[in-house]
Every structure is written in C-alpha cells, then in structure tokens.
Nanobody
Framework: QVQLVESGGGLVQAGGSLRLSCAASLSTFSRTAMGWYRQAPGKQREFVSAIGNDGSTNYVDSVKGRFTISRDNAKNTVYLQMNSLKPEDTAVYYC?????????WGQGTQVTVSS
C-alpha cells in the first residue's frame, strides 16, 4: 500500500544544517499533500511542515524562517532543509501523506542537535 523511508538525520551542533529526505511508495504521490512531523522524548508527536500538490507550504511557528519543505514528484520524494538548528529541534522526524483518511508512518530519522 504505502511505504515511507526517511533518511538524512544525524548529529549536528547548534547552528548547523541537515537535509532530510522521504522516499514514498505511493501511486498518487503527485496528487497528494505531504507532511513532516517530529516527536521528542517525553512529548507528543508535533506537526512541523506540509506541502500541497500545488506547491503551497505551511510551517509551525517555531521553525518558520529556518526550515524549508520541498518535493520532487519525478522521484516521489519530499525534503526538509533544516538550517540554524537548535537543541529543541532534537527529535525523531517522520513524513506522512495527508488527506488519505488514515495515517501512515515509517521508522523515522533521528535528528540530534548539541549545544
């Protein structure tokens, strides 16, 4: 049905950058909005960013101006460019299609930002 593989996480110092990728096995990818969520230890999963099939974007206030979401429909891949990283960005990051009536989650990719 739907398979999601996140990659690109790692350990980085505060102020550094990472680029996350999400490869989606989804036949309707080009017509489907995609989102990024994150979950830090002891906290609920949090919405981070979304991109529509028309290229429109949305971000949670805490990452505006620092993160950029994009997509490549030819590769069925969505990206999250993360700049000026802060320790509070530390979390497991997940991508998911939106609006399918059911949530789908991969294993996620760990992002750790040291101070």
């Amino acid at each position: 049905q739907v398979q999601l593989v996140e990659s690109g996480g790692g350990l980085v110092q505060a102020g550094g950058s990472l680029r996350l990728s999400c490869a989606a096995s989804l036949s309707t990818f080009s017509r489907t909005a995609m989102g990024w969520y994150r979950q830090a230890p002891g906290k609920q999963r949090e919405f981070v960013s979304a991109i529509g099939n028309d290229g429109s974007t949305n971000y949670v206030d805490s990452v505006k101006g620092r993160f950029t979401i994009s997509r490549d429909n030819a590769k069925n891949t969505v990206y999250l460019q993360m700049n000026s990283l802060k320790p509070e960005d530390t979390a497991v990051y997940y991508c998911t299609p939106l609006g399918l009536g059911q949530a789908y989650w991969g294993q996620g990719t760990q992002v750790t930002v040291s101070s």
